[in-house]
């Protein structure tokens, strides 16, 4: 099995920043695809940012050109760079990892606990 355990949310105003990290209990990153993702209240969660392991990355629209992934797979640590935020990205905030077609502990699929970001004035 792997933990991910995301930290760095909190409350900020409106423009500010915040690194959100989420740092795995094993050294998976290497062979991880990397996935942050945001849940509000009735809604579904849905794709932020996403990194492959041969260092692709994605974004979703709503944030391009203000949210950067990035990973130290020495480190074993994820990142999510956001920057100019705004009312709307207010969310709980999770890391997710997938190493499919390796599995530890029976398991391709992982998911951190959530770290919240507010913003808000």
């Known amino acids: 099995q792997v933990q991910l355990v995301e930290s760095g949310g909190g409350l900020v105003q409106p423009g500010g920043s915040l690194r959100l990290s989420c740092i795995a209990s094993?050294?998976?990153?290497?062979?991880?695809?990397i996935g942050w993702y945001r849940q509000t209240p009735g809604n579904q969660r849905e794709l932020v940012a996403a990194?492959?392991?041969?260092?692709?990355?994605n974004y979703a629209d709503s944030v391009k050109g203000r949210f950067t992934i990035s990973r130290d797979n020495t480190q074993n640590t994820a990142y999510l760079q956001m920057n100019g935020l705004k009312p709307e990205d207010t969310a709980l905030y999770y890391c997710?990892?997938?190493?499919?077609?390796?599995?530890?502990?029976?398991?391709?699929?992982?998911w951190g606990q959530g770290t919240q970001v507010t913003v808000s004035s």
């Open positions: 997710n990892a997938d190493t499919s077609p390796l599995r530890y502990g029976g398991s391709h699929d992982f």
């Open positions: 094993r050294k998976i990153f290497g062979v991880a695809n």
């Open positions: 990194t492959t392991r041969s260092g692709i990355t």
